[in-house]
């Protein structure tokens, strides 16, 4: 007697629409091919009952089918026909190693610089980095994506991130609401980047599971975070002392990254600063590994770039009258 199976297939990172296809043309073809099965969709998931080898064929060829868009951007009726026929599956999609992860809706997160491809690389050898350099340049959004991708490969349980909450040359005065409401403005950059990543419903289980952590600097103290996927983001406006105190969080098969942008410093005195200082204390140490980031390296709107470019002209003689970094005659460590 044949079993039945039912199975639900998750189809992360696809846009619901391409894979369907207009008007569910591609679902129609697609559970054509396969009689035997009852085939219901639901947003990036499938429901599935029927025999239970038949049921794996298809989830077998649901994967490369979603392999294949991902690498190429598209899904045609003559695509599905080739994957249905067991002409590739999951294995045969063509690896780009630029690639980091992939995000919702299709999006396709990669190395896009030579210094993200070198943070990238950097991540294979060292379990501390150092990422640094001018707005822009992607050094949040790529650590972000490392660790979304340490997450889905289980290298990690969890991952935790986290900034100082220094307001950017204002005061925002007493904020309404509950500890998470007030500490929200200062930690929206790194729900957008998840955002991008994972799709909405599950990173709100992982926040509400604590797989997802996004706190404060201050919230670090006396914890030791072992299994964990680590960022500090906007490490410019931390102290040497905070700076310290995070560092030495380091647990068990942990991985940290430390971003940051000189440039940018709203302490109240920019020599309080504790990342420069840092990374000349720790540069030399092993297994520890620092990238600098410069102007090539922003992916932003054109426009930012030459922003940054005025304002370090503006700034005049470099860092030791202005405060400024002069990322553009930063050497990138590489070697």
Same mark, same amino acid.
């Given at each position: 007697?044949? +079993?039945?199976? =039912? %199975?639900?297939?998750?189809?992360?990172?696809?846009?619901?629409?391409?894979?369907?296809?207009?008007?569910?043309?591609?679902?129609?073809?697609?559970?054509?091919?396969? @009689?035997?099965?009852?085939?219901?969709?639901?947003?990036?998931?499938?429901?599935?009952?029927?025999? +239970?080898?038949?049921?794996?064929?298809?989830?077998?060829?649901?994967?490369?089918?979603?392999?294949?868009?991902?690498?190429?951007?598209?899904?045609?009726?003559?695509?599905?026909?080739?994957?249905?026929?067991?002409?590739?599956? &999951?294995? !045969?999609?063509?690896?780009?190693?630029?690639?980091?992860?992939?995000?919702?809706?299709?999006?396709?997160?990669?190395?896009?610089?030579?210094?993200?491809?070198?943070?990238?690389?950097?991540?294979?050898?060292?379990?501390?980095?150092?990422?640094?350099? @001018?707005?822009?340049?992607? /050094?949040?959004?790529?650590?972000?994506?490392? &660790?979304? %991708?340490?997450?889905?490969?289980?290298?990690?349980?969890?991952?935790?991130?986290?900034?100082?909450?220094?307001?950017?040359?204002?005061?925002?005065?007493?904020?309404?609401?509950?500890?998470?409401?007030?500490?929200?403005?200062?930690?929206? @950059?790194?729900?957008?980047?998840?955002?991008?990543?994972?799709?909405?419903? /599950?990173?709100?289980?992982?926040?509400?599971? =604590?797989?997802?952590?996004?706190?404060?600097?201050?919230?670090?103290?006396?914890?030791?975070?072992?299994?964990?996927?680590?960022?500090?983001?906007?490490?410019?406006?931390?102290?040497?002392?905070?700076?310290?105190?995070?560092?030495?969080?380091?647990?068990?098969?942990?991985?940290?990254?430390?971003? =940051?942008?000189?440039?940018?410093?709203?302490? @109240?005195?920019?020599?309080?600063?504790?990342?420069?200082?840092?990374?000349?204390?720790?540069?030399?140490?092993?297994?520890?590994?620092?990238?600098?980031?410069?102007?090539?390296?922003?992916?932003?709107?054109?426009?930012?770039?030459?922003?940054?470019?005025?304002?370090? %002209?503006?700034?005049?003689?470099?860092?030791?009258?202005?405060?400024?970094? !002069?990322?553009?005659?930063? +050497?990138?460590?590489?070697?």
């Amino acid at each position: 007697m044949t +079993e039945t199976l =039912g %199975r639900e297939i998750a189809v992360e990172g696809v846009d619901p629409r391409e894979l369907y296809g207009a008007q569910n043309v591609y679902l129609e073809q697609i559970k054509a091919l396969h @009689p035997a099965l009852k085939i219901v969709a639901r947003g990036q998931s499938l429901k599935v009952l029927g025999p +239970e080898a038949e049921t794996r064929r298809f989830a077998a060829r649901m994967e490369g089918l979603a392999a294949y868009y991902l690498k190429y951007g598209h899904i045609s009726p003559q695509v599905i026909d080739q994957c249905f026929a067991g002409g590739f599956g &999951a294995a !045969d999609a063509p690896a780009d190693k630029d690639v980091i992860v992939y995000g919702n809706n299709g999006n396709i997160v990669r190395a896009r610089t030579v210094n993200q491809q070198w943070l990238v690389g950097l991540y294979d050898k060292c379990d501390l980095l150092f990422a640094v350099g @001018p707005a822009g340049s992607g /050094k949040t959004y790529t650590a972000i994506a490392l &660790a979304v %991708r340490a997450l889905k490969e289980k290298q990690v349980r969890r991952i935790i991130l986290t900034r100082p909450a220094v307001e950017a040359g204002e005061k925002l005065g007493f904020l309404p609401g509950d500890m998470k409401e007030k500490l929200d403005p200062y930690l929206q @950059p790194l729900y957008d980047a998840l955002n991008d990543m994972i799709p909405p419903a /599950k990173l709100q289980k992982f926040l509400e599971e =604590g797989t997802v952590q996004i706190a404060p600097l201050a919230y670090m103290r006396g914890r030791t975070l072992d299994n964990a996927f680590v960022i500090l983001d906007e490490a410019q406006n931390t102290t040497l002392a905070q700076i310290k105190m995070f560092l030495t969080r380091m647990g068990r098969n942990a991985r940290f990254i430390v971003t =940051g942008d000189v440039t940018q410093i709203d302490l @109240p005195r920019r020599s309080d600063s504790g990342l420069v200082r840092a990374m000349e204390i720790l540069r030399r140490v092993e297994g520890i590994g620092i990238v600098e980031f410069d102007k090539r390296d922003i992916v932003r709107h054109p426009l930012v770039k030459h922003i940054v470019e005025a304002f370090d %002209r503006h700034a005049g003689a470099g860092p030791a009258e202005s405060g400024e970094s !002069d990322t553009e005659n930063t +050497e990138t460590k590489n070697e």
